[in-house]
């Protein structure tokens, strides 16, 4: 069911330009080319195989319990990635879970969303995870493609993409209510325009816990 139900997207999935499993803060998804079957436009892909997240441990990156794998992180991150909606997050424009092409699946969205992340346990785990987003770089790419000679110009750039994270972080906190929990420079994107954006909400957790108390939630007590 995984790779054909893919068709299902209305975009074309090209190369891959990022592996899975690069860094701690990628939860498993590759990054590919893709564009849009509607007028042809370049949108970026992230795809995740479920089954390898599934084998694939926590302390890849480090110490950690083996009974933890990277599938409950990536499941949050993916039901999360489509509700955060803010000019300095990246863009979602269509989600996919090859599981469940109709969409039948019995994560409940709106719990994980609140914090409680038990339905995800029950998720098939043969398919794949794709997440269409607009087109983006990972800001290590962006800091890589820089003209050393433009010194002033780079600082300008750098400053601007430091307050666009700084007013993501603002309506996460303020706003939505949440604690990213993974910010890093693998979890910042920048799109064609230069504008950064924040992603990856694999430890996104609510601000408070069930008890009423100031810290975070089970989930993010257990991946962190």
Same mark, same amino acid.
């Given at each position: ?9 209305p975009?074309?999935?090209g ?16 990054i ?13 892909a #992230?795809?995740? $195989? *479920?089954?390898? /997240?599934?084998?694939?441990? =926590? ?5 950690k +319990?083996?009974? !933890? ?8 991150? #993916?039901?999360? $990635? *489509?509700?955060? /909606?803010?000019?300095?997050v =990246? ?5 996919? +879970?090859?599981? !469940? ?5 019995p ?6 969303n609140?914090?409680? /992340? ?34 002033e ?57 069930e ?14």
């Open positions: 069911m995984g790779n054909s139900a893919s068709a299902a997207l975009y074309k999935i190369d891959q330009t990022h592996p899975p499993f690069r860094n701690p803060y990628t939860a498993g998804y590759a590919h080319k893709a564009t849009s079957n509607s007028d042809n436009s370049n949108v970026t #992230f795809k995740a $195989s *479920k089954p390898d /997240l599934v084998k694939t441990p =926590l302390d890849k990156f480090g110490p +319990d083996p009974s !933890y794998t990277q599938i409950l992180p990536a499941l949050q991150h #993916f039901y999360r $990635s *489509k509700t955060i /909606l803010h000019p300095n =990246l863009k979602v424009h269509a989600l996919l +879970d090859t599981d !469940y092409p109709n969409q039948e699946s994560v409940n969205a709106s719990a994980v609140a914090g409680n /992340l038990s339905s995800l346990e029950a998720s098939a785990t043969t398919g794949e995870l794709i997440i269409i987003t607009e087109e983006c770089m990972p800001l290590e790419d962006w800091l890589s493609s820089l003209d050393s000679a433009n010194v110009q780079n600082s300008n750039m750098l400053a601007y993409g430091i307050l666009c994270i700084l007013q993501a972080l603002t309506f996460l906190h303020q706003n939505a209510k949440l604690a990213h929990g993974a910010l890093s420079p693998h979890s910042i994107f920048v799109t064609r325009s230069g504008d950064f954006k924040l992603f990856y909400y694999t430890l996104a957790t609510p601000i408070g816990i008890d009423g108390g100031g810290g975070p939630t089970a989930h993010f007590r257990k991946f962190e």
